[in-house]
Structure formats: C-alpha cells, structure tokens
C-alpha cells in the first residue's frame, strides 16, 4: 500500500548546493519544503564525488571542504525544519484537482506541492564501470568514496587520471597503509599540481596500465594490472579498489516532465520559470542565455526561483523577502 501523500509549499528536486539553499531561502519566506533526492545522503555531488576536495570558489570562503560546505549548508537550512526525502527519485509529474503540481517519487510517495524547483545539478549521474572485477562491487570495490576513514591502515588502489582519482589518492595518502594510482595513460587529466602533490606524498603511480582482473574470497585480495609493454601482469595486495573513472549523467525521468530543454538543461526565464506553470529550475540543470555554471551562480538562481514562488502563492507577499540581519 503506498504512503500517505505529502502536502508541503515547496519541493525541491535535489539535494546539492544549490537545493539546501532553496530550502534555506524557502524556510526564511515562512514556506514548508520537501528536498528529494535520489542519492542516499544530501550534498549531490559533493558528497558523491569529493566531499574531500578544498572548494575554491565559493564567495566568502577562501577554501573549503566539500564534506563541510555541505555540513554548513544542511545546518543553515535546519532552522526551518526541512524534510528530506533520500534515496529516492523524483519519476513523473502530474497535477492534483486543484491544478497543483503533484510529483511521484520512486517508492510511490506522491509530494503535492504549491511549487516546485528542479535543482538536479547534472541529473541522475552512474559511474563508468571499472572492465574487470565488477562482482566485488560493495567487496572492496566501490566507485564513490562517503567515508575516507573506512581505508584508514588499507592497501588502496586507486584507478583513474582524473581530478576525483588523483583528489582520492591524496586524501588517503596520510591514512592508508599504502596507495597505489592507476592510469590507463601516460598523462593526468587532473591538475598538475595535484599529480606533482601525489607523487611527492609516496603513492606509487603506475601509467600505461589497466586493472586486468580482481581476485579474492568474500573481499577483494589482489589486483592484476596490466602495463603496456610487459610480458605479465603486476599484482598488487589490496583491501580496496576505488575506480574513480567518471561518470555518465542524464534528466533521467525529469526529461519526460514536458519542461522545454536545450540538450541536458531545462530551458527558464529571469524568474527561473520553466515551461511548466508552477515548476521552476535552478543551477546546473537550468539554462538561459549567458549562462555561468558556478555554485554561486546556483545559490542567486535558486533565491530567485523561491522569491518568485513565494509571491505566486501569495500574492500579498513582497518579492524581496528582506535582509536576514534585519531580524537578528
């Protein structure tokens, strides 16, 4: 039997950035919310992907770790007593008898909303999968790392050329037991200094190579890698393999909404409207002409797209909900 539908002012479809601020700016606005995602913890990327990574470019904060800013963000939106819904996708759109948007959520939850606010980043985004030893996926293999501390004292391979591989591999330099990177190629897709860093901090790098196999029992036990040249495989111990090879990303169910697009964005207006009356986009996924994919970016659209709900809902309400300080 599914759940009892939830009646709340706004949803928003997304638990990055840029939706843990709407849930901010929409709780400051006296609004209820509902945060969706399909992720199991908020933070979207984020967390996902390096919530070890320094952010450089957030206003305000010259440096700050992923995992925090998104600490920050739930912490800042919790006065207003959001409710968030993970581990759970956003499917279909509908409307209620009232004309209401009305969104079912993979579970079967339906989430009836005054407005709704796509804040989907990327979208739903799958790893590229690692060719050989996919059976240990959850065995020692894994694709995103939620908790460095769970390698502390491991022999870890790392596999990719990227910023996420080479992000990994320093952050886990100082608490493994050892760490070895792996790369298909003889260049780093990642920045310079980062893969200067790595080498410098002891992780034994190995390029021109590809992980041929995995072996063990219940867990993960040798990797075999193949470098290009030689006449056998090298096998390295290992307690954990990280693949951080990418990622592919699409709208998944949001493509089927009947919201305009441009390719892999929802097309919106200066208020963030969509095409939809009542649905509103904000950050990556949005797009509109001179567009800037910057989380601060995000962060603007998003207060946007609550200020103009806000006011739809009611009409009475001022768009400019006021300054924070003006009631501290």
């Known amino acids: 039997m599914p759940p009892a539908p939830l009646d709340t002012d706004v949803l928003l479809v997304g638990a990055g950035p840029t939706g843990l601020y709407g849930a901010y700016c929409a709780g400051f ?33 010259p440096r700050v770790r992923g995992r925090d800013l998104v600490a920050a963000l739930l912490d800042q939106a919790g006065r207003y007593d959001p409710e968030y819904l993970l581990g759970r996708q956003a499917v279909a759109l ?10 079912t959520l993979s579970d079967g939850q339906v989430v ?79 920045h310079a200094a980062s893969v ?23 867990t993960v036990r040798l990797a075999h890698v193949r470098v290009r ?25 949001l493509a089927g909404w009947g919201m305009r697009l441009r390719g892999r964005s929802i097309l919106v207006d200066s208020r963030m409207r969509t ?11 949005a797009e509109h002409e001179g567009k800037v994919r910057l989380m601060s970016v995000g962060f603007g659209e998003v207060a946007t797209a609550v200020n103009n709900a806000a006011v739809v809902l009611d009409p009475e309400l001022s768009l400019f909900p006021g300054h924070s300080t003006e009631n501290s």
């Open 94 to 103: 509908g409307r209620d008898e009232q004309g209401r948007p009305e969104v």
């Open 275 to 285: 095409s939809l009356e009542h649905v509103y986009a904000a950050g990556d996924v």
């Open 112 to 190: 009836r909303a005054g407005a709704v606010i796509v804040t989907a980043g990327i979208g739903t985004f799958t790893p590229r999968k690692l060719p050989a030893g996919e059976e240990y996926l959850g065995r020692g293999l894994s694709y995103f790392v939620t908790d460095p501390g769970a390698h502390r004292g491991q022999d870890v391979l790392v596999v990719g050329g990227g910023d996420s591989a080479v992000d990994w591999a320093l952050a886990l330099g100082p608490i493994a037991r050892s760490v070895t990177l792996v790369h298909r190629r003889s260049a780093f897709r990642a």
């Open 29 to 61: 606005r006296g609004l209820r919310t509902v945060v969706v995602d399909g992720l199991p913890q908020a933070g979207g990327q984020i967390s996902a992907l390096y919530p070890e990574k320094e952010i450089l470019d957030v206003a305000g904060l």
């Open 196 to 218: 200067t860093a790595v080498a410098a901090g002891g992780t034994r790098i190995v390029t021109d190579a590809e992980v041929e196999d995995l072996v063990g029992g219940d």
């Open 229 to 253: 040249g030689e006449d056998a495989p090298r096998v390295f111990e290992v307690d954990s393999v990280i693949a951080a090879l990418g990622f592919v990303s699409d709208l998944g169910p």
